[in-house]
């Protein structure tokens, strides 16, 4: 009943007006962002950081989720219109949604992505407030050790989910995990890997860090990727493009066409992947929408334009997002990149994510679990009023828009810390990050080397000096070999029998 007080209590904050104000802020950002190619909801939090100085904790913290689920929704947009996914978590939106587009029904795709993502968003919110409490209790019985195998689990499923090669995100987490170590030591508060630099004693910020992965290094890879080429503008675009606010009103047709059962099917799908540390809304998309294509009565509309398509990757990947804040906020491990993020302004904000927070300040999370859950019956609504703008974004001049992301970028970096240092770190790291990114290393395992480096080291230590230094407490306590085993069980279903099915090939 205390629990259910709280989130009632969450649902009463984001009513008032101010706090309201920030969350449709929060989403349209979020949208507008994703659905620029390029742009992500990830970069709209890394930007807007800054400003959450300014903000109260409760404010900061439902601008953000607005803009998560902003994000993972505003992809769509481009996607289906242009065929260009505005966020990798559309891949498969656009894979389908462009096909209805070219045939002069971009309309009824739109309206499907946006009802699908509706869907998906609230029950994963709902997930999110009744599940969140009840893993937190559990997690108050994982002990020092068992939070060392923890993070060591989420490092190993974010290097083994890189697509590309393990091998890259094993350096790529190395790279975090040794960036993270500049500094005082946590341990014994001595300076360390400064390199005879007295500069590096204070460290790397980690608002510097984020910028520089996420908003410096994405500036260089639109600016090189677009050079030479001829900016699209509204006129390029198909005529179809053009519709009026009437053609995005739902339609009762549109729900029956998938049903009651597959929304949830989908939506369940992304939220327990969201829960796996480094699955992400890409990964959401397809699996529903693989699991969607098995099942399906209508399997010969796939690859050919299928509503049904539409919903599975959409309704996922915004399921998702409610699934990647479990283990943000319960073990301070995120899901996702965004998450990642979002872990970063709570801890900007004096927050520690885990058990003790999800029991003692729950009514702190609630609303921002309540604001993931009004921003995806947001959707919708925006797209009836705002879904012929929508097409207009991608006639935005790059030159203007990624000369104005540099200078917020720049100057976020130093008022967060009023640091030269760190604008000038948040630089370097930018430019590092994408040398890294044209390579295929994944940021999202170097951000959560970096944010994680810390406790993994803390949690060693003190689990070795339980025994005086001997290793033999991680395969005796309980929680411990649980966390070791997951390892070994997604080791053998993610490495060993993928190998195993190319070699048949």
């Known amino acids: 009943m205390e629990q259910f007080l709280h989130v009632v209590g969450g649902f009463q904050t984001i009513a008032e007006p101010a706090v309201f104000g920030y969350l449709v802020a929060g989403f349209l950002i979020g949208t507008i962002f994703a659905a620029i ?16 100085y300014s903000m109260d904790v409760t404010s900061s913290l439902v601008m953000c989720s ?10 769509s947009i481009t996607a289906i219109t242009v065929n260009i996914p505005g966020a990798p978590c559309a891949v498969m939106t656009a894979y389908e949604g462009n096909i209805l587009m070219r045939r002069g029904d971009g309309a009824r795709a739109l309206r499907s992505a946006a009802l699908a993502s509706m869907m998906g968003g609230v029950v994963g919110a709902i997930l999110l407030m009744g599940l969140a409490p009840v893993m937190a209790q559990a997690a108050l019985y994982v002990q020092t050790p068992g939070k060392f195998s923890l993070i060591l689990f989420a490092f190993f499923v974010i290097i083994i989910s890189n697509d590309q090669s393990i091998s890259k995100g094993i350096v790529a987490t190395l790279l975090g995990l040794m960036v993270a170590t500049i500094g005082i030591d946590v341990a014994s508060s001595k300076a360390r890997q400064i390199f005879g630099f007295p500069t590096l004693v204070e460290g790397i910020d980690l608002m510097a860090v984020i910028i ?9 890879v639109q600016v090189t990727a677009n050079s030479g080429k001829k900016h699209d503008t509204l006129e390029s675009l198909p005529e179809k493009v053009r519709w009026s606010w009437r053609d995005f009103m739902p339609r009762g047709a549109d729900y029956g066409l998938i049903g009651t059962y597959r929304y949830i099917k989908f939506a369940m799908i992304g939220y327990f992947v969201g829960v796996l540390p480094g699955a992400g809304g890409s990964s959401a998309a397809f699996v529903s929408y693989a699991e969607a294509k098995r099942s399906s009565s209508r399997p010969e509309e796939y690859n050919d334009g299928s509503i049904e398509g539409i919903a599975a990757a959409e309704g996922a990947n915004n399921a998702m997002c409610g699934g990647s804040l479990v283990p943000m906020l319960t073990f301070g491990i995120p899901g996702d990149t965004t998450s990642a993020v979002i872990l970063g302004v709570l801890i900007i904000n004096g927050l520690q994510p885990g058990p003790q927070m999800m029991t003692e300040q729950f009514s702190v999370v609630t609303p921002m679990m309540a604001a993931l859950l009004v921003a ?22 790059k030159a203007v828009l990624f000369s104005g992301i540099a200078v917020i970028a720049m100057v976020g970096a130093y008022v967060s810390t009023f640091s030269v240092f760190q604008m000038g770190a ?13 390579s295929g290393y994944p940021m999202v395992s170097f951000l959560l080397g970096f ?30 070999l649980f966390f070791l085993g997951l390892i070994v069980v997604f080791f053998y279903f993610m490495v060993v029998r993928t190998w195993a099915s190319r070699k048949r090939i």
């Open 37 to 52: 190619p390029g742009l992500t909801g990830t970069l709209a939090i890394a930007l807007i950081l800054p400003i959450t």
């Open 212 to 220: 520089g992965a996420f908003a410096i290094s994405e500036l260089f």
């Open 426 to 438: 948040a630089l370097v790291v930018g430019i590092c990050a994408y040398f890294m990114q044209r």
């Open 451 to 480: 944010i994680l480096g810390p406790d993994l080291e803390v949690y060693m230590r003190r689990s070795l000096a339980i025994t005086d230094g001997s290793p033999s407490i991680f395969f005796t306590s309980p929680d411990s």
């Open 376 to 397: 995806a019956l947001l959707i919708p609504i925006t797209l009836l009023f705002l879904g012929p703008w929508y097409m207009r974004l991608v006639s935005i001049n």
């Open 66 to 75: 607005a803009i998560f689920m902003g994000g993972q929704y505003g992809g």
